[in-house]
């Protein structure tokens, strides 16, 4: 069996999937190739179809291969930042068609659309898309791309890729997922019907908060050759050393999502039980509205939690300052715990919409710390109200 053969395990992908020894050392580990240009043999006459690092570059090619072959596509191209990626991939929809998004977007995604794409024109609308008869309903004539993110950032929904492919299939529309949340070792959109699936690599695919950066996996060959043009006729990619620390994270994703679905569950159900909390909002517990989704989409709940605090807005900053081992910083899914406000910080680009956020709703990025350590840390921040 084949190295890079999509046969085998998550874990094993992780290790292996796109990655060969060097075949002028024998080194294990993909070299930087820290360069811009390459050296032609005869004029268009290039080494392996290397021309400019813009175009391609061998590390990148590397972490694209790895990318593809986790989420169980055919390609990939890797960007620069999610934001990238997703401004890349809605260049696919042209002025006077209709992307559907979902209605809980991180809010970049949100300024994307709502404040610049918007302006060029493509038409946004934005429906919940927990409810795939809902998602049917606002579906238009002009309607390109479905849009969504599951788990939502940062109200933690779950919609059903499966039931929602099958509505696109019927409609004659693209399906878009933003798995950053689940990361390629709790779910596979595309193996459940989903046309692209994008990733901010900073996140748990990276998973060491030391190097930005985007991804788009695809089987539609001919979406894919566009994407590519657009790659590199815009330039958003990222560079070689960023490839490789993206690369190095990848090797241990499969251990750190185990640890932060562990770690989380606990935390979620400590945080559930206590008197200053009026919900907690994770897919790993029952109270959660899609937890029998959540057993059937995803191989286990993730690293991410929402809570809402009694007390509102007040109660919510004292316990965003008051903590230690989670820093209060915005991103998520690196190896130490984070928290945030969403309101003021990642989603204030959405206050002024219907999608506005509870400004006493907090969001976790739980670490792969000893557990024991964070529930300690969140007790003395709550008992501190």
């Not at 292996?16 to 050392?25: E, F, K, L, R």
């Not at 300052?321 to 984070?338: I, K, Y």
Request: hydrophobic share 40%; glycine share 8%; proline share 5%.
């Amino acid at each position: 069996m084949a190295k890079n053969d999509a046969s085998f395990k998550p874990e094993t992908l992780a290790v292996h999937a796109g990655v060969q020894h060097d075949p002028q050392t024998g080194a294990v580990m993909t070299p930087i190739y820290q360069t811009s240009t390459y050296a032609q043999k005869d004029v268009g006459d290039m080494y392996n179809g290397y021309e400019y690092s813009r175009t391609d570059n061998p590390t990148r090619t590397a972490l694209q291969a790895s990318l593809a072959r986790l989420e169980g596509g055919d390609f990939a191209l890797a960007y620069a930042s999610g934001m990238a990626a997703i401004d890349n991939l809605l260049r696919l929809v042209k002025p006077g068609e209709h992307v559907l998004s979902g209605n809980d977007v991180y809010g970049g995604t949100f300024r994307l659309f709502d404040k610049i794409l918007s302006e060029y024109g493509i038409e946004f609308t934005f429906a919940d898309t927990t409810d795939p008869a809902a998602v049917e309903a606002a579906i238009q004539d002009n309607t390109k791309l479905l849009w969504l993110e599951t788990p939502t950032n940062p109200m933690l929904g779950l919609s059903d890729i499966e039931a929602l492919a099958a509505v696109c299939k019927k409609k004659g529309v693209w399906l878009g997922v933003d798995n950053t949340f689940g990361s390629p070792i709790i779910q596979n959109p595309i193996k459940l019907g989903a046309d692209f699936v994008l990733h901010s690599t900073t996140k748990y695919i990276g998973g060491h908060s030391d190097v930005v950066g985007g991804a788009i996996i695809t089987s539609n060959k001919d979406a894919y050759d566009r994407l590519k043009f657009l790659q590199n006729a815009i330039g958003a990619v990222p560079g070689p050393q960023d490839c490789f620390l993206t690369l190095r994270g990848i090797k241990t994703l499969a251990l750190r999502m185990e640890r932060h679905s562990e770690n989380a569950l606990k935390v979620a159900q400590m945080l559930e039980d206590h008197p200053a909390i009026a919900q907690v909002i994770y897919p790993g517990l029952e109270s959660h509205p899609q937890h029998e989704l959540a057993k059937k989409q995803m191989r286990m709940p993730g690293g991410m939690i929402s809570f809402i605090m009694k007390d509102g807005e007040k109660a919510a900053r004292v316990i965003a300052r008051e903590t230690e081992l989670f820093t209060l910083a915005e991103s998520l899914g690196g190896v130490e715990s984070l928290i945030e406000l969403p309101a003021p910080m990642t989603h204030a680009s959405v206050a002024d919409s219907p999608m506005a956020i509870d400004p006493g709703l907090v969001r976790i990025s739980v670490g792969i710390e000893h557990v024991d350590d964070l529930m300690t840390d969140l007790k003395s921040a709550l008992a501190k109200l």
